[in-house]
Nanobody, 116 residues
Framework: QVRLVESGGGFVQPGGSLRLSCAAS????????MAWYRQAPGKERDLVASITSGGTTEYTESAKGRFTISRVNAEKTVYLYLNNLKPEDTAVYYC??????????WGQGTRVTVSS
């Protein structure tokens, strides 16, 4: 079982920035593929960005150029840097981990609100 704990969400004005963190338990964090998803009110949960164990990153179109995913294996932590935030980025952001056996784990989420 892998426990994921997100933090860093909050209220920010349009154009602002946040750094989300996801701390993971488990001894094989370096082997996990990590990802961030988000779920806006009344919408489905969608992928935002992912990073493999080898450090390869992928982003959705809405995240490209504004968001950056990174990981620090020694800290068992994955980060999502959110820049130039827009009101449509308002959502609960969830951390996701997939182990080498394709078992998926979720965190409890952290809320991001972008509003003037």
């Amino acid at each position: 079982q892998v426990r994921l704990v997100e933090s860093g969400g909050g209220f920010v004005q349009p154009g602002g920035s946040l750094r989300l963190s996801c701390a993971a338990s488990g001894s094989i964090f370096k082997l996990y593929t990590m990802a961030w998803y988000r779920q806006a009110p009344g919408k489905e949960r969608d992928l935002v960005a992912s990073i493999t164990s080898g450090g390869t990153t992928e982003y959705t179109e809405s995240a490209k150029g504004r968001f950056t995913i990174s990981r620090v294996n020694a800290e068992k932590t994955v980060y999502l840097y959110l820049n130039n935030l827009k009101p449509e980025d308002t959502a609960v952001y969830y951390c996701n981990a997939k182990d080498p056996w394709a078992t998926v784990f979720w965190g409890q989420g952290t809320r991001v609100t972008v509003s003037s």
